[in-house]
Protein backbone atom coordinates (compact mmCIF):
# COMPACT_ATOMS: atom_id res chain seq x y z
CA UNK A 1 0.00 0.00 0.00
CA UNK A 2 1.26 3.42 -0.35
CA UNK A 3 1.46 6.32 1.71
CA UNK A 4 2.53 10.08 2.22
CA UNK A 5 4.49 11.13 5.18
CA UNK A 6 4.68 15.20 5.67
CA UNK A 7 7.24 15.53 8.33
CA UNK A 8 6.11 18.99 9.32
CA UNK A 9 2.31 20.03 10.53
CA UNK A 10 2.88 23.77 10.41
CA UNK A 11 6.12 25.39 9.57
CA UNK A 12 6.18 29.54 9.95
CA UNK A 13 8.87 31.36 7.98
CA UNK A 14 9.55 35.18 7.34
CA UNK A 15 8.95 37.06 4.22
CA UNK A 16 11.87 36.32 1.56
CA UNK A 17 13.50 33.20 3.99
CA UNK A 18 13.62 30.35 2.03
CA UNK A 19 11.48 27.57 3.02
CA UNK A 20 11.60 23.54 2.71
CA UNK A 21 8.30 21.18 3.05
CA UNK A 22 9.10 18.08 3.47
CA UNK A 23 7.17 15.03 1.91
CA UNK A 24 8.74 11.26 1.97
CA UNK A 25 6.12 8.25 0.50
CA UNK A 26 6.38 4.65 0.57
CA UNK A 27 5.35 2.52 -2.11
CA UNK A 28 6.07 -0.73 -3.95
CA UNK A 29 6.05 0.67 -7.30
CA UNK A 30 6.60 3.37 -9.28
CA UNK A 31 4.93 6.44 -8.40
CA UNK A 32 3.83 9.48 -9.65
CA UNK A 33 4.53 12.68 -7.00
CA UNK A 34 2.39 16.09 -6.89
CA UNK A 35 2.45 18.87 -4.48
CA UNK A 36 -1.24 20.74 -4.49
CA UNK A 37 -1.71 24.15 -2.31
CA UNK A 38 -4.74 25.10 -0.97
CA UNK A 39 -4.99 28.80 0.08
CA UNK A 40 -7.98 29.72 2.60
CA UNK A 41 -11.39 29.19 1.73
CA UNK A 42 -10.15 27.85 -1.63
CA UNK A 43 -9.94 24.46 -3.59
CA UNK A 44 -6.42 22.53 -3.98
CA UNK A 45 -4.52 24.13 -7.09
CA UNK A 46 -2.03 22.06 -8.44
CA UNK A 47 1.94 23.65 -8.13
CA UNK A 48 3.77 21.21 -9.75
CA UNK A 49 3.90 17.41 -10.85
CA UNK A 50 7.05 14.66 -11.08
CA UNK A 51 6.22 11.91 -13.91
CA UNK A 52 9.21 10.99 -15.16
CA UNK A 53 12.32 12.42 -16.28
CA UNK A 54 14.14 15.23 -14.63
CA UNK A 55 14.18 15.09 -10.73
CA UNK A 56 13.97 18.15 -10.48
CA UNK A 57 10.39 19.77 -11.16
CA UNK A 58 9.37 23.38 -11.68
CA UNK A 59 6.12 24.84 -10.93
CA UNK A 60 3.78 27.51 -10.65
CA UNK A 61 4.95 30.44 -8.35
CA UNK A 62 8.16 29.82 -8.37
CA UNK A 63 8.37 26.66 -6.56
CA UNK A 64 10.15 23.68 -7.23
CA UNK A 65 10.42 19.98 -5.95
CA UNK A 66 12.82 17.33 -6.18
CA UNK A 67 12.41 13.58 -6.36
CA UNK A 68 14.74 11.61 -4.38
CA UNK A 69 14.09 7.69 -5.38
CA UNK A 70 16.63 6.44 -2.99
CA UNK A 71 15.33 8.53 -0.18
CA UNK A 72 11.42 8.06 -1.08
CA UNK A 73 11.36 12.07 -0.48
CA UNK A 74 9.78 14.50 -2.78
CA UNK A 75 10.64 17.95 -0.93
CA UNK A 76 9.39 21.23 -1.99
CA UNK A 77 11.55 24.56 -1.53
CA UNK A 78 11.22 27.67 -2.34
CA UNK A 79 14.07 30.32 -2.03
CA UNK A 80 12.40 33.12 -1.01
CA UNK A 81 8.67 33.46 0.32
CA UNK A 82 6.09 36.10 -0.04
CA UNK A 83 3.12 36.83 2.49
CA UNK A 84 0.70 35.47 -0.49
CA UNK A 85 2.44 32.21 -0.11
CA UNK A 86 0.41 31.61 2.92
CA UNK A 87 -1.42 28.63 2.71
CA UNK A 88 -2.02 24.51 3.50
CA UNK A 89 0.36 22.34 1.21
CA UNK A 90 -0.24 18.70 0.50
CA UNK A 91 2.25 16.21 -1.02
CA UNK A 92 0.03 13.22 -2.73
CA UNK A 93 0.77 10.20 -4.71
CA UNK A 94 -0.68 7.77 -7.19
CA UNK A 95 1.15 4.98 -8.80
CA UNK A 96 1.13 3.58 -12.78
CA UNK A 97 -1.90 0.90 -11.62
CA UNK A 98 -4.80 3.70 -10.74
CA UNK A 99 -5.30 6.95 -10.95
CA UNK A 100 -6.57 7.62 -7.04
CA UNK A 101 -4.28 10.42 -5.12
CA UNK A 102 -2.95 9.55 -1.56
CA UNK A 103 -2.69 12.49 0.31
CA UNK A 104 -0.15 13.64 3.26
CA UNK A 105 -1.91 14.91 5.99
CA UNK A 106 -0.39 18.55 5.23
CA UNK A 107 1.89 21.32 5.54
CA UNK A 108 0.60 24.85 6.98
CA UNK A 109 2.85 27.34 5.37
CA UNK A 110 2.63 30.44 7.47
CA UNK A 111 4.66 33.54 6.27
CA UNK A 112 5.04 36.65 8.42
CA UNK A 113 6.36 40.26 8.07
CA UNK B 1 -12.58 27.58 -19.75
CA UNK B 2 -15.04 26.63 -16.73
CA UNK B 3 -13.28 24.30 -14.13
CA UNK B 4 -14.82 21.35 -11.90
CA UNK B 5 -17.71 22.59 -10.17
CA UNK B 6 -19.63 21.25 -7.18
CA UNK B 7 -23.28 21.93 -5.80
CA UNK B 8 -24.58 23.12 -2.93
CA UNK B 9 -21.07 24.93 -1.70
CA UNK B 10 -22.70 24.21 2.10
CA UNK B 11 -25.15 21.94 3.22
CA UNK B 12 -26.39 21.46 6.84
CA UNK B 13 -28.71 18.40 7.77
CA UNK B 14 -29.89 15.93 10.92
CA UNK B 15 -28.65 12.99 11.56
CA UNK B 16 -30.00 9.84 9.89
CA UNK B 17 -31.14 12.20 6.62
CA UNK B 18 -30.34 11.51 2.97
CA UNK B 19 -28.08 13.96 1.08
CA UNK B 20 -27.01 14.05 -2.31
CA UNK B 21 -23.91 16.21 -3.25
CA UNK B 22 -23.72 17.19 -6.97
CA UNK B 23 -19.90 17.45 -9.25
CA UNK B 24 -19.80 18.59 -13.11
CA UNK B 25 -16.41 17.82 -14.36
CA UNK B 26 -14.66 20.05 -16.74
CA UNK B 27 -16.07 19.52 -20.24
CA UNK B 28 -14.68 16.34 -21.52
CA UNK B 29 -12.89 14.95 -18.41
CA UNK B 30 -13.64 11.38 -18.76
CA UNK B 31 -12.18 10.85 -15.53
CA UNK B 32 -13.82 11.62 -11.90
CA UNK B 33 -12.72 11.38 -8.42
CA UNK B 34 -14.58 11.88 -4.89
CA UNK B 35 -12.57 12.55 -2.11
CA UNK B 36 -13.23 13.57 1.64
CA UNK B 37 -11.35 16.10 3.25
CA UNK B 38 -11.80 16.43 7.45
CA UNK B 39 -10.43 18.96 9.38
CA UNK B 40 -6.81 19.10 9.43
CA UNK B 41 -6.60 16.50 7.20
CA UNK B 42 -5.63 16.05 3.75
CA UNK B 43 -8.08 14.10 1.40
CA UNK B 44 -8.93 10.73 1.58
CA UNK B 45 -10.14 8.88 -1.52
CA UNK B 46 -13.31 7.87 -1.77
CA UNK B 47 -14.41 6.28 -5.87
CA UNK B 48 -13.21 6.78 -8.75
CA UNK B 49 -15.25 6.59 -12.28
CA UNK B 50 -14.04 6.24 -15.88
CA UNK B 51 -16.53 7.19 -17.97
CA UNK B 52 -20.14 5.65 -16.53
CA UNK B 53 -18.64 2.94 -14.48
CA UNK B 54 -16.85 2.58 -10.99
CA UNK B 55 -13.25 1.98 -11.57
CA UNK B 56 -12.25 1.93 -8.00
CA UNK B 57 -14.56 2.26 -4.99
CA UNK B 58 -12.28 0.88 -2.35
CA UNK B 59 -12.47 4.40 -0.22
CA UNK B 60 -16.02 4.17 0.07
CA UNK B 61 -16.18 3.69 4.10
CA UNK B 62 -19.68 1.67 4.01
CA UNK B 63 -22.82 0.98 2.39
CA UNK B 64 -24.18 4.22 3.10
CA UNK B 65 -22.23 5.65 0.69
CA UNK B 66 -22.79 5.64 -3.02
CA UNK B 67 -22.21 7.57 -6.07
CA UNK B 68 -23.43 7.29 -10.05
CA UNK B 69 -22.32 8.72 -12.94
CA UNK B 70 -25.19 7.67 -15.67
CA UNK B 71 -23.84 9.26 -18.88
CA UNK B 72 -20.26 10.25 -17.84
CA UNK B 73 -20.64 13.66 -17.07
CA UNK B 74 -22.11 14.88 -14.01
CA UNK B 75 -21.59 12.43 -10.97
CA UNK B 76 -23.58 12.44 -7.37
CA UNK B 77 -22.63 11.39 -4.36
CA UNK B 78 -25.60 9.72 -2.39
CA UNK B 79 -25.48 9.53 1.15
CA UNK B 80 -27.76 7.46 3.15
CA UNK B 81 -28.48 7.55 7.11
CA UNK B 82 -25.79 10.51 7.59
CA UNK B 83 -24.11 10.51 10.59
CA UNK B 84 -22.26 12.86 12.66
CA UNK B 85 -18.93 11.61 11.47
CA UNK B 86 -19.78 12.24 7.58
CA UNK B 87 -18.96 15.77 8.21
CA UNK B 88 -16.52 17.07 6.18
CA UNK B 89 -15.67 18.95 2.96
CA UNK B 90 -16.74 16.69 -0.08
CA UNK B 91 -14.16 17.58 -3.21
CA UNK B 92 -14.67 16.27 -6.74
CA UNK B 93 -12.04 16.15 -9.23
CA UNK B 94 -11.76 15.25 -12.89
CA UNK B 95 -8.58 14.98 -15.03
CA UNK B 96 -8.53 14.13 -18.91
CA UNK B 97 -7.46 10.83 -18.46
CA UNK B 98 -6.03 8.25 -15.92
CA UNK B 99 -3.09 9.57 -14.65
CA UNK B 100 -3.44 13.17 -16.10
CA UNK B 101 -3.38 15.86 -13.99
CA UNK B 102 -6.44 15.87 -11.05
CA UNK B 103 -8.40 19.41 -11.00
CA UNK B 104 -10.62 20.26 -8.12
CA UNK B 105 -13.64 21.57 -7.08
CA UNK B 106 -14.25 24.38 -4.37
CA UNK B 107 -16.04 21.29 -2.21
CA UNK B 108 -18.96 20.76 -0.27
CA UNK B 109 -19.17 21.44 3.31
CA UNK B 110 -21.43 18.93 4.75
CA UNK B 111 -22.49 19.34 8.34
CA UNK B 112 -24.20 16.90 10.23
CA UNK B 113 -26.29 17.78 13.22
Known amino acids: AQSVTQLDSQVPVFEEAPVELRCNYS??????LFWYVQYPNQGLQLLLKYLSGSTLVKGINGFEAEFNKSQTSFHLRKPSVHISDTAEYFCAVTNNQGGKLIFGQGTELSVKP | GAGVSQTPSNKVTEKGKYVELRCDPI?????LYWYRQSLGQGPEFLIY????????DSGLPNDRFFAVRPEGSVSTLKIQRTERGDSAVYLC???????????FGPGTRLTVL
Open chain 2, 49 to 56: FQGTGAAD
Open chain 1, 27 to 32: SSVSVY
Open chain 2, 27 to 31: SGHTA
Open chain 2, 93 to 103: ASSAGFADTQY
